[in-house]
T-cell receptor, first 113, second 116 residues
């Protein structure tokens, strides 16, 4: 089975940097995704890691260590619109369909002025 | 093609009634997924289609739930004899084969079900 843990809620200040951690235990591993979800809206894709290391995309970066079962999402130059839930999801061998994902519960990020 | 679309966006029903949700995936995608999401939780996998074949179903999908994708395009999710515990957002997602891209899932806006 799959087990994915991430903090329930985090608070950060506009213009600052925040790191959202995710740890996972899976039966097989075929990639880790981060999605952003604003209240009442669909999740939208942010990043994908399948090899160890850092992937950078604008203000967002994601890191993966497969040996540690660990990932983080780094958000820089925070803006008020970044207030959302951030979902860590793992593609493994069970529980999500052949290429479906198993999601964590999400981290609710609150940006303060 | 503007993305994955779901209908209806909101449904309020009385306990014991049947409801049906429809999902139209991105046209080139051959894989289609149904997820359920409750407040404060991440999406939970329900079932998955490759073309018209339903290849996997979660234990969450009781016998009151049935999903179809008759022509390998749109899909329907039916819930019979609804219960209050069925109240949730039902999300549909679609994707390419993993071999073409990273297998990213594209989600629809969801169908929110409230069972009174």
């Amino acid at each position: 089975g799959q087990n994915i843990d991430q903090p329930t809620e985090m608070t950060a200040t506009e213009g600052a940097i925040v790191q959202i951690n995710c740890t996972y235990q899976t039966s097989g591993f075929n990639g880790l995704f981060w999605y952003q979800q604003h209240a009442g809206e669909a999740p939208t894709f942010l990043s994908y890691n399948v090899l160890d290391g850092l992937e950078e995309k604008g203000r967002f970066s994601s890191f993966l260590s497969r040996s540690k079962g660990y990932s983080y999402l780094l958000l820089k130059e925070l803006q008020m619109k970044d207030s959302a839930s951030y979902l860590c999801a793992v593609r493994g061998h069970s529980g999500g369909g052949a290429d479906g994902l198993t999601f964590g519960k999400g981290t609710h990020l609150i940006i303060q002025p | 093609d503007t993305g994955v679309s779901q209908d209806p966006r909101h449904k309020i029903t009385k306990r014991g009634q049947n409801v049906t949700f429809r999902c139209d995936p991105i046209s080139e995608h051959n894989r289609l997924y149904w997820y359920r999401q409750t407040l404060g939780q991440g999406p939970e996998f329900l079932t998955y289609f490759q073309n018209e074949a339903q290849l996997e179903k979660s234990r969450l999908l009781s016998d009151r739930f049935s999903a179809e994708r008759p022509k390998g395009s749109f899909s329907t999710l039916e819930i019979q004899r609804t219960e209050q515990g069925d109240s949730a957002m039902y999300l549909c997602a679609s994707s390419y084969d993993r071999e073409r891209l990273n297998g990213e899932l594209f989600f629809g806006e969801g169908s929110r079900l409230t069972v009174l």
